[in-house]
């Protein structure tokens, strides 16, 4: 699998790392979500005296600015690690006799292992909930399908992928290049027009576009690094200087996205904070998923190797460190199953609660340095728990 399996591939450790902070970045958002929106609130309308003390003190709030990018930032990498992986491996073989028949299997291997690992959260939320504590709509048709929202849109995903490769690999470079990058651009300028003109309703209905606009995003972003991961590799000469030019992009995007958060905060513009991260849809958020991920999956390749091999033996260590990295970073679509299943008990009451008295007592920035010490925590013991209990489980059934 490209995400969540933990199988034998070999991985490239980077890349991994980027992964396992897509996974703290999300936790940390859905952490200090609840104090984000406090603080964005209207002082003109009126804020509570929390909301009021978090959102006067700029730093603060720039801080909280940039938090609230981490969410859709980390949904970003997950989605464009598989398909920087996915997409490519399949469109090598999509040139070899009985490739519909080989990525049909692998694609209900890979949907397999997706509705085991709801299933085996699930089992466990309805133990749960019958002895230990209640939770939210745990036995709701809506927990399971809209409530799981990205899971199964990485299974979509992973379901088309055969398809999406075979049509790639049979467009020129150029000119499939040029096609991505029109449908992101259009993409992200639809995303612009909801976060800055034309929001809606906050509870929107499935009849809504707006509605369907994340499915929309995340699904450019998988194609746009599968296209990125068919480029050629480059040469060994030529890899720092590319792996320098990506580094140096994403140090400008982040410099400019922080300069953007910083003058909203200074100016308490919570119009401006708020539209800048949006949903989903914020393309400041998939910039700086695209742009690092590509410094970090740089390898130097063989002849005519595309970037996503190379990207597979670059980077590569035996180290504990780098074995621990992959390891917990394999843990991603648990900790998105886990995190919404979970979300009523360990989030709303939990972690929720105690940061309630943390804020009462030391103020926002003990608030912060709680919140950030919470969500790493909450994910370590999450992936932990996934590499003992669901991937051992999915290796046992040859879905890993």
Known sequence: MANGGGGPRSRNVRVEALRLAAIVGISLFHTMMPWTAQ??????????????????????????????????????????????????????????????????????????AIAVSVAVVAVFALACDAWVTPLVRVHELWQWTLGLEFVWLYAAFAAVAPVLAWLLRRVPARARVAVVGVVVAVVMLLNGYIAFVSPGDAARGLTDWRKWMSAVTYAAAFALAGVAGMSEAPRAADLERRRRRWLAASAVVAVAVLAVVTVAAA????????????????????????????????????????????????????????????????????????QSVFASVVMDAGIQGMLASVVSAGGGWALLAAGVAVSVAYVVAVTVADGLIRRPLLRWMRLG
Request: proline share 3%; glycine share 14%; charged share 15%.
């Open 39 to 112: 603080a964005l609130c209207d002082p003109q309308a009126g804020c509570g005296p929390i909301g009021e003390a978090l959102g006067s003190d700029p730093v603060m709030l720039t801080v909280l600015g940039v938090i609230s990018l981490m969410g859709a930032w980390g949904n970003h990498v997950f989605f464009m690690i598989s398909g920087l992986y996915l997409v490519p491996s399949l469109a090598r073989r999509s040139t070899q006799v009985g490739y519909w028949l080989s990525s049909a299997r692998g694609t209900v291997r890979r949907v397999l």
């Open 267 to 338: 100016r308490r513009d919570v119009t401006v904070l708020g539209a800048l991260s949006y949903k989903s849809t914020s393309a400041a958020s998939m910039a700086l998923a695209f742009l690092p991920l590509m410094a970090c999956a740089m390898g130097a390749g063989r002849e005519g190797e595309d970037l996503a091999g190379a990207s597979r033996r670059s980077g590569s260590s035996g180290s504990v460190a780098a074995r621990c990295t992959a390891w917990l970073a394999a843990g991603i679509l648990g900790f998105y199953i886990v």
